[in-house]
């Protein structure tokens, strides 16, 4: 549920850095999920960009301004993603996105423990970049 | 007079509060003005910075804050949805202490919040519940296993629990059956979002037809499998093996241990000739009057589910569902006090 905020509309955009290079491109990400969820049961994500997937050691996840790996978020067992609050996933990517029509995939994956499997949630964006 | 008393659970208004059209006091407000005074919460859904097991209790403000609104829409805590979350850790399970651990902290909230008992998550083992009971009765909370799809009553994993009521005394621990045991007919609303999602349509017909005849939708999913089905036409025919369809008559003989009722609805829709809506799938004119016969005095608490199915293709309003679902139940318990004369 709630798979339409796994990427937050209009929320896609690359990250700049101080200066002046573009290191990757990030977007806000909603748990698709009924209740808030420890960040430790948060898996690693799957993410695709035009088709190409991200490496997990490319991808970051910020929550309540702190920023950090998949490896580091599943040791974080006592911070709750709460709803209706966004974390920012961030792709490291050289240039970020170029400029023109992208298609971004992203399957968040959730460790809920009365599910015999883990919880897998798609959605899927075109966005168009413009400098 | 009946003494069946209508309630919502908060997770009905899910939809609209992660969207943030909704706040708590919101949510709360609606369940009032449709005449439902009882109101279920999951700690981990509207109260944010909920403790996990080992951290200190919600402060004092906010139990403060929780009675005042009760107060101010002359609404009655009535349950808490706890959750055990055994894979917290990655690459092991919580131990049986540290799950003793994560429901004493639910145990506690329930009691300051001054609601009555716990919806105890299926994946509880029963032990856990044995272990926090004297706790329980201490804190003057009930505990309650969710009977919900797939197990039923009939599962030994549901009778194990009950044999912990049986133990320690049906003061302390229940049931929350889940009247998602009892649908009678696969939602229209799952089998719309299966077929917009691309499910083929003879197939899906043929899940649908399956189901509604209490057919082996076991051995239709072996075969589509086997065909090679694509995945979402497997996926509704796997919801036809997980929804179940167990006779109403089933709560009777489990009435000393029934604490609460999850009154799960898909679709509230117009029926005509009747004055309110109808359920499209659970036959709540079936429910209630054999609720009334068998002595329930607690609550019928309103859980929508729908809005996941529908969220795709149309703007949830879980606010008229709810309006609609209790709209019925009113009728419904009405009806009851018609027939005593």
Redesign the interface.
Known sequence: ?????IIREGSVRNVVADDGTVTGFSFET?LPY?????L??VEVPEVRVDGEAVAEEDLRLTYNGVTRTFAEL??V??V?W???TFATITVLQEGGLADGEHEIAVNLRL????LPFISENRCTRTVTVRA | MTRIKRGVSLYSYQHEYAHGSFTLKDAIAAAARTGALGIETLGEQMIPGFPFPGQSDLPDSFYARWKELMDTYGTTPTVHDMFLDTKRYKGRLLNLDEMVESLHRDIRHTAKMGAQGIRVIVNTPPEVVEAAAPYAREHGVWMGVEVHSPYSFDDDWIKRHLEVAERVGSDVVGCVPDMGIFVHRLPRVVVDRALRDGADPDLAAQIVETYNTHGDTQALFERLEADGADPVTLGLARNGVHMIAQPVDCLRSHAELIKHIHAKFYEMYPVEGFDYWHEYSIPYHEIVPLLEEIGFDGYLSSEYEGNRHIEDAETVDSVTQVAAHQGMLAALLADLAGKEG
């Open positions: 549920m709630f798979n339409e905020m909603h009924y209740r808030g969820l420890g430790s049961m599943a040791d067992s006592d709750r709460e709803l209706r460790r809920v423990s009365y």
